[in-house]
Structure formats: structure tokens, C-alpha cells
């Protein structure tokens, strides 16, 4: 499983804003492998809704931004032993559980791609949370332990140990 962050924007919202709509148009519109992906299948999609309108999804993560970053990308993208069936459960999974780890109720999107030879997803992390615990926003930031996590996560939630067993069970 490979977690990178490709970056974080921070500085003028304005210019963010430019920024963050300009990748939300990239990661939906690159070039496609029209064979393996649908138009529909590059839609924006989120923890709770499976089709989320650009303009929403830029304006949730620029409500969302914290003095220090306006948001985060990263992309997740399973090994070839780490099948997955289902790209938006899994990202919701992963997601989920970087949530849990940064005690934050995160802002994120995310857009996959089959259009490589290793399928993978963009995720836009908002800069700000909302920490429950202490009942207000938070900066947003990820560490390599962050990035560790993603990568554990990832792999929990394929199917990599259905894939382990199939192949011991084809080599025996």
C-alpha cells in the first residue's frame, strides 16, 4: 500500500481556492482508459454521499481551513496483493480511520482512478477538523505516522488476506 501526500496548499484562500477547484477538475477530467473507467465512475464522492457537486465539495473544505493549511492531497493506492473490490467503501474505511487516530471529524473527497497501471484514489483533506473532545476546530495535520496508518489501514480493509489464501491454496 503506498500513502503519499502530493502536498498541502496554504496562503491566500483566494489563490487556494483557484488551486483546490483547478485539482478537483484535474483528478475528474484527466485523461480516462475509457475500457476500465466510466465518466461516472470519476465522480467526486465523500464519507456519506457517493456523487458530490465541485462546487460543494470546494466550498466544505475552504469553510474547513486552518491558519497554518487550507487542505491536504493525498493519494492511497493498494499494492497488487491488496485487491479491492469496492474503492469508495475502502476509502471510507481508510478515512475512517485516520479520523479515529486524529480524534477529528475530517472534511475529505475523493476521486479514483483506474486509468494507470495501478489503480488509485485522490483524497483533498480539508485543513481544519472539528475535535469532539474538546468541542472545535483543529488544525489538520499529517505526520509520517499518519501516512504509516494509511498504509496499515489500506491493507487491513482489501482483501489482501483472501488474496494470501487463494494463492497458498494455488500453490500447494
Request: proline share 2%.
Amino acid at each position: 500500500m503506498i500513502a503519499k501526500g502530493s502536498g498541502y496548499v496554504r496562503g491566500n484562500r483566494d489563490v487556494s481556492r483557484t488551486r483546490l477547484v483547478s485539482h478537483f477538475k484535474y483528478i475528474e477530467h484527466r485523461s480516462r482508459e475509457r475500457s476500465l473507467e466510466s465518466r461516472d465512475d470519476r465522480r467526486i464522492f465523500s464519507k456519506d454521499e457517493d456523487i458530490v457537486n465541485r462546487r460543494d465539495a470546494a466550498n466544505d473544505v475552504m469553510e474547513h481551513t486552518s491558519t497554518s493549511v487550507n487542505f491536504h492531497k493525498v493519494v492511497l493506492s493498494p499494492g497488487e496483493d491488496e485487491p479491492i473490490t469496492d474503492w469508495r467503501t475502502w476509502t471510507r474505511q481508510v478515512m475512517h480511520d485516520l479520523e479515529e487516530a486524529q480524534g477529528k471529524e475530517l472534511h475529505w473527497y475523493a476521486v479514483h482512478h483506474s486509468n494507470t497501471e495501478h489503480p488509485h484514489v485522490h483524497v483533498i483533506i480539508a485543513g481544519a477538523g472539528y475535535n469532539q473532545e474538546k468541542g472545535r476546530e483543529e488544525p489538520v495535520k499529517l505526520y509520517t505516522k499518519d501516512y504509516e496508518l494509511l498504509r496499515a489501514s489500506g491493507r487491513e480493509h482489501s482483501d489482501y488476506d483472501f488474496h494470501r489464501l487463494i494463492e497458498e491454496q494455488f500453490h500447494e
